[in-house]
């Protein structure tokens, strides 16, 4: 079954960083569009970057200019750069493929916090 592992979450002061990592296995990572997401307290999961096979990207406004989303398919990973971190970024962020055929799985998320 395919799988998503991510890491790199944690505790970060406004204004800092933080670098997540997704690794992917059983899956043809470099067919596939891959995507963040995240999920704060009582809201819904949305995705606030992609990138594409080739590694076009896109990203939702509340993170464009502060997030950079890439992709190593050799590795089977995706990653987010996250910078300028505010309080209102903190959530469970998930990577998986935003356009697959077949829905795919969800990891456990990694941890991101913000505090005001």
């Known amino acids: 079954q395919v799988r998503f592992v991510e890491s790199g979450g944690g505790l970060v002061q406004p204004g800092g960083s933080l670098r997540l990592s997704c690794a992917a296995s059983?899956?043809?990572?470099?067919?596939?569009?891959m995507g963040w997401y995240r999920q704060a307290p009582g809201k819904q999961r949305e995705l606030v970057a992609s990138i594409t096979q080739s590694g076009n990207t896109n990203y939702a406004d509340s993170v464009k200019g502060r997030f950079t989303i890439s992709r190593d398919n050799a590795k089977n990973a995706v990653y987010l750069q996250m910078n300028s971190l505010k309080p209102e970024d903190t959530a469970v962020y998930y990577c998986n493929a935003p356009f697959a055929a077949t829905p795919l799985p969800w990891g456990q998320g990694t941890q991101v916090t913000v505090p005001s």
């Open positions: 059983r899956i043809i990572f470099r067919d596939y569009v």
